[in-house]
């Protein structure tokens, strides 16, 4: 992994960048998290099927995406740098051992070597590109094991913070398909935000951040059903803030 971030698509092409935080669920092959391997398939490592969304919607429509290389597990890039949760040592009930007590030298080594790089590079990339619009792409999966017989019914949440431009005109189109949409659900973005934050909010940049059930990307058909819903979405709320 030569950098913790990958470029793909051009902005020129449509204005609309798509940030995609917990893309990857990979770990270094040096660091050992503690964890059985079978959980990096698990949703505590990343956020399932938003890498493929973003690649389909790069691919079909020439929007630009920004994605991280790297596991949650290893820095959770949607936190702020003196957060614990920013290498997380609990995960919806699983304990990550590598991440409970850090020295204060690993985890500035972590940062350094992960969270500041991909930052740095998101905040050049929009200084120089200027994006009309950016949207923020995570999943959620549809039961917590540290939460079992709490409702997660939501086809799709939007989020947002003290902007909600491009999250009101996101709403707006969603809220006319056939599924259940979470407006601040199924967390709010008063709360977790800080991506958005960082990059939009402060330039005054229309955003949104958007969270689709993990059960409705599990195959290709899944996959490409988003995208193009996505894609009908992001024309909407375009047109919309060009008005």
């Known amino acids: 992994m030569s950098n913790p971030w990958k470029l793909i698509g051009s902005l020129e092409a449509s204005n609309v960048l798509l940030v995609v935080d917990h893309a990857s669920n990979h770990v270094p ?76 030298r690993a985890r500035r080594q972590r940062l350094e070597r992960f969270f500041h790089p991909y930052h740095d590079k998101l905040s050049s990339l929009i200084e120089e590109r200027q994006p009309q619009f950016i949207l923020s792409i995570h999943s959620f999966s549809p039961r917590l094991r540290s939460a079992p017989d709490a409702e997660r019914p939501w086809d799709v949440g939007i989020m947002y913070n003290g902007d909600d431009r491009g999250a009101r005109f996101a709403l707006e189109y969603l809220n006319t398909l056939p599924m259940v949409v979470g407006d601040q659900q199924p967390y709010s973005g008063k709360d977790l935000n800080a991506t958005m934050n960082r990059h939009a909010e402060t330039r005054g940049i229309a955003y949104s951040m958007m969270e689709i059930r993990q059960d409705l990307l599990a195959d290709d058909a899944g996959i490409t059903r988003w995208a193009s819903i996505i894609q009908a979405m992001l024309v909407h709320v375009r047109s919309r803030l060009q008005d």
């Open 29 to 104: 092959s040096e660091m050992d998290l503690g964890i059985d391997a079978t959980l990096l398939q698990d949703h505590i490592a990343w956020d399932i099927g938003t890498a493929a969304i973003a690649e389909k919607l790069v691919d079909q429509h020439g929007h630009a995406a920004f994605l991280a290389q790297f596991s949650r597990l290893v820095v959770d890039l949607n936190r702020y740098p003196n957060e614990d949760g920013v290498m997380p040592s609990v995960s919806d009930g699983i304990e990550i051992p590598a991440n409970i007590s850090p020295s204060e």
